[in-house]
């Protein structure tokens, strides 16, 4: 269980840090970086509380005009315009009531750090946050919040929360944001949830991690959860529908409603030629044809193995539509014998890759890290808003010897050509060649499909 999880971490960011994963973790959070639309810029993830957490990092906020104005008419949840990335689910939560008010504050080393408000279900915990500068602190950051239960156990939950915060605290005084807590099968929601928060800060922007020191206190929260509003507030539909595009088959199992989120239950038939990737265009639509599309940053989905996985939509459990269609048209997909390529180390030579689009441009050796940059050619119409991250975080080198990469990112510019860096720690004695595995690539299976959910 521990080697096929793994085999799936870090597709985008740097690798998981100082938490140990239990074995008995039948479900893993699965990123993509389609969906994070990250330009020029390193991507990077976090693992909290016991379980393996992906993070698509927002880059961008984008609200609707209508959600604009039904926030700004609720009394102090204006601030959450500024922190969601538009989410139907999000409207229908504040319109109906949905938004627990905290409003609990500490105080240390002239940082004051408020837990303002939260949104919970059996899906996740969205919590709102703060930090006020009362001292002469310039940019500061979330580092890490850790949820335990009563016991002190850390939740079996995976965390994500937004990029790095670019201001000066000297000349705005306080920061808002917003953490997710996403909830698995084996997660058990504790009666009361415990938060420690640790910061970071440095004295310069653009984003310096390495520059950062972590501040040495921690604020610390304690929330009471009243699991009784919630826990009947679920809709599950049996879809058991099968459909083939260009000879792949696949099935829509079940298709679960919470405030928070859709969850879609999806099967790969195991003699399937080419290894599914990913939907394009997947939306979950009412009888008006209104659309409820992919959530885009964040968890996006889950699996428990190469042939099972759960995806997530915005929510429509208040709408509650009179009819249901998932529908699609793209799926990415690859054929399974072209999954790996291979690079030869000592010639600086591409020896394998899925089609021409992907070529190796150099290779240059660190004393700390080995970077690989290759060059990917995508669609300009298909992929103008996708940033792929190639390959898993996972190589094997010419012994069969696997090892984690360091980290990995994609820059874009204004072509349809994109950069994928793949990092090495220079401390790692391969044998040549390596070997990587194609986690995301732009080659595609087209057909149109609509699926009847409810009537």
């Given at each position: 269980?521990?080697?096929?999880?793994?085999?799936?971490?870090?597709?985008?960011?740097?690798k998981?840090?100082?938490?140990?994963?239990?074995?008995?973790?039948?479900?893993?959070?699965?990123?993509?970086?389609?969906?994070?639309?990250?330009?020029?810029?390193?991507?990077?993830?976090?693992?909290?509380?016991?379980?393996?957490?992906?993070?698509?990092?927002?880059?961008?906020?984008?609200?609707?005009?209508?959600?604009?104005?039904?926030?700004?008419?609720?009394?102090?949840?204006?601030?959450?315009?500024?922190?969601?990335?538009?989410?139907?689910?999000?409207?229908?939560?504040?319109?109906?009531?949905?938004?627990?008010?905290?409003?609990?504050?500490e105080?240390?080393?002239?940082?004051?750090?408020?837990?303002?408000?939260?949104?919970?279900?059996?899906?996740?915990?969205?919590?709102?946050?703060?930090?006020?500068?009362?001292?002469?602190?310039?940019?500061?950051?979330?580092?890490?919040?850790?949820?335990?239960?009563?016991?002190?156990?850390?939740?079996?939950?995976?965390?994500?929360?937004?990029?790095?915060?670019?201001?000066?605290?000297?000349?705005?005084?306080?920061?808002?944001?917003?953490?997710?807590?996403?909830?698995?099968?084996?997660?058990?929601?504790?009666?009361?949830?415990?938060?420690?928060?640790?910061?970071?800060?440095?004295?310069?922007?653009?984003?310096?991690?390495?520059?950062?020191?972590?501040?040495?206190?921690?604020?610390?929260?304690?929330?009471?959860?009243?699991?009784e509003?919630?826990?009947?507030m679920?809709?599950?539909y049996?879809?058991?529908?099968?459909?083939?595009?260009?000879?792949?088959?696949?099935?829509?199992?079940?298709?679960?409603?919470?405030?928070?989120?859709?969850?879609?239950?999806?099967?790969?038939?195991?003699?399937?030629?080419?290894?599914?990737?990913?939907?394009?265009?997947?939306?979950?639509?009412?009888?008006?044809?209104?659309?409820?599309?992919?959530?885009?940053?964040?968890?996006?989905?889950?699996?428990?193995?190469?042939?099972?996985?759960?995806?997530?939509?915005?929510?429509?459990?208040?709408?509650?539509?009179?009819?249901?269609?998932?529908?699609?048209?793209?799926i990415?997909?690859?054929?399974?014998?072209?999954?790996?390529?291979?690079?030869?180390?000592?010639?600086?030579?591409?020896?394998k890759?899925?089609?021409?689009?992907?070529?190796?441009?150099?290779?240059s050796?660190?004393?700390?890290?080995?970077?690989?940059?290759?060059?990917?050619?995508?669609?300009?119409?298909?992929?103008?808003?996708?940033?792929?991250?190639?390959f898993?975080?996972?190589?094997?080198?010419?012994?069969?010897?696997?090892?984690?990469?360091?980290?990995?990112?994609?820059?874009?510019?204004?072509?349809?050509?994109q950069?994928?860096?793949?990092?090495?720690?220079?401390?790692?004695?391969y044998?040549?060649?390596?070997?990587?595995?194609?986690?995301?690539?732009?080659?595609r299976?087209?057909?149109?499909?609509?699926?009847?959910?409810?009537?």
């Amino acid at each position: 269980m521990f080697e096929r999880e793994e085999k799936e971490l870090m597709e985008l960011g740097e690798k998981i840090n100082n938490t140990t994963k239990p074995d008995s973790i039948d479900e893993y959070i699965k990123k993509g970086i389609e969906e994070g639309q990250m330009k020029k810029k390193r991507m990077r993830a976090k693992k909290l509380a016991n379980i393996v957490a992906f993070v698509t990092l927002i880059t961008s906020i984008r609200v609707s005009p209508a959600i604009a104005v039904v926030l700004s008419k609720v009394p102090g949840l204006e601030y959450i315009v500024n922190l969601i990335n538009y989410d139907k689910g999000i409207k229908d939560i504040v319109d109906n009531n949905f938004v627990q008010p905290i409003n609990l504050s500490e105080e240390h080393e002239d940082l004051v750090f408020s837990i303002k408000d939260i949104i919970i279900d059996s899906s996740k915990c969205i919590v709102f946050y703060s930090i006020e500068n009362k001292g002469n602190h310039r940019f500061v950051n979330l580092n890490e919040m850790k949820f335990t239960d009563e016991l002190g156990e850390g939740l079996k939950a995976a965390i994500t929360w937004g990029s790095f915060i670019d201001k000066d605290m000297n000349i705005e005084k306080k920061l808002e944001g917003k953490v997710e807590l996403n909830f698995g099968e084996e997660t058990i929601i504790p009666d009361k949830l415990f938060i420690a928060v640790t910061l970071r800060e440095s004295d310069e922007g653009n984003d310096s991690r390495d520059k950062q020191k972590i501040l040495s206190s921690i604020w610390k929260f304690e929330i009471p959860v009243d699991k009784e509003k919630f826990e009947e507030m679920h809709k599950v539909y049996d879809i058991n529908e099968k459909f083939e595009i260009e000879g792949q088959k696949i099935s829509f199992k079940t298709l679960t409603i919470t405030p928070t989120r859709i969850a879609l239950e999806v099967e790969y038939d195991k003699n399937n030629s080419k290894k599914i990737l990913g939907f394009d265009d997947l939306a979950i639509l009412n009888e008006k044809g209104e659309e409820w599309a992919r959530i885009s940053n964040g968890v996006i989905g889950s699996s428990k193995d190469d042939y099972n996985e759960t995806l997530y939509f915005q929510s429509n459990y208040f709408a509650n539509p009179k009819e249901l269609h998932i529908k699609g048209s793209s799926i990415r997909a690859v054929d399974k014998d072209k999954l790996e390529v291979i690079v030869d180390m000592d010639k600086n030579e591409l020896i394998k890759a899925p089609d021409h689009r992907l070529t190796l441009k150099s290779i240059s050796k660190g004393n700390e890290e080995i970077t690989l940059e290759f060059s990917l050619i995508t669609d300009k119409i298909m992929d103008e808003k996708h940033a792929y991250n190639v390959f898993s975080h996972e190589f094997k080198d010419g012994s069969g010897k696997v090892y984690n990469n360091k980290s990995s990112g994609t820059h874009a510019g204004e072509s349809n050509e994109q950069g994928i860096l793949y990092h090495i720690s220079s401390e790692i004695k391969y044998k040549n060649p390596i070997y990587l595995k194609v986690y995301n690539y732009p080659e595609r299976i087209k057909g149109e499909f609509d699926i009847k959910v409810k009537n």
